[in-house]
T-cell receptor
Framework: GEEVAQTPKHLVRGEGQKAKLYCAPI?????VFWYQQVLKNEFKFLIS????????ETGMPKERFSAKCLPNSPCSLEIQATKLEDSAVYFC???????????FGQGTRLTVV | AQSVAQPEDQVNVAEGNPLTVKCTYS??????LFWYVQYPNRGLQFLLK??????LVKGSYGFEAEFNKSQTSFHLKKPSALVSDSALYFC??????????FGAGTTVTVRA
């Protein structure tokens, strides 16, 4: 596709429940990034992929967060046992191999209650 | 640490007046700098980038930005603002491994 597609747009989970977010990158883009936007507009990098391989996972809280980008499937970000502080907008972005600008999806707003 | 800073939380201008959104950077080596805009309940839209070459970069929707190495700045500008330019603007720098580090954002309000 010509744009990064994220689903769902909104997700509400009770504390302790699992949340799974999906991202279809732009066709032909080799890099996928996940960011978390919290209060005061702060962006936090979570993880990136080069094709299906984890490229940089330095931002991931590994005890509860996991992510995958499998061939011929949307990428996913999964949060096990959600906490109130996980409430945020999660953005996925993709960029071309060797390209410099990343294109962002519309985001998934996760609310943990 | 490589980073960008946006010193103004808010910028208010009248329609038709010039708009400037400030960004300074702290980067070792040559910076890869970007501007993005976020409309309410929407994702980030890419406006423009500086990688190398001309210091004046032109982007989408009539925006431009000037890279100033001596002042370590990359201010976003538009000669004549529109009400529809009201949004949240983010400056960003590309770090190692291609991830972006964002500024805190500047809310632009253009009044009719």
């Amino acid at each position: 596709g010509e744009e990064v597609a994220q689903t769902p747009k909104h997700l509400v989970r009770g504390e302790g429940q699992k949340a799974k977010l999906y991202c279809a990158p732009i066709k032909g883009h080799s890099y996928v990034f996940w960011y978390q936007q919290v209060l005061k507009n702060e962006f936090k990098f979570l993880i990136s992929f080069q094709n299906e391989n984890v490229f940089d996972e330095t931002g991931m809280p590994k005890e509860r967060f996991s992510a995958k980008c499998l061939p011929n499937s949307p990428c996913s970000l999964e949060i096990q046992a959600t906490k109130l502080e996980d409430s945020a907008v999660y953005f996925c972005a993709s960029s071309q191999l060797g390209g410099n600008e990343a294109f962002f999806g519309q985001g998934t707003r996760l609310t943990v209650v | 640490a490589q980073s960008v800073a946006q010193p103004e939380d808010q910028v208010n201008v009248a329609e038709g007046n010039p708009l400037t959104v400030k960004c300074t950077y702290s980067v070792s080596g040559n910076p890869y700098l970007f501007w993005y805009v976020q409309y309410p309940n929407r994702g980030l839209q890419f406006l423009l980038k500086y990688i190398t070459g001309d210091n004046l970069v032109k982007g989408s929707y009539g925006f431009e930005a000037e890279f100033n190495k001596s002042q370590t700045s990359f201010h976003l500008k538009k000669p004549s603002a529109l009400v529809s330019d009201s949004a949240l603007y983010f400056c960003a720098v590309r770090l190692a491994d291609y991830k972006l580090s964002f500024g805190a954002g500047t809310t632009v309000t253009v009044r009719a």
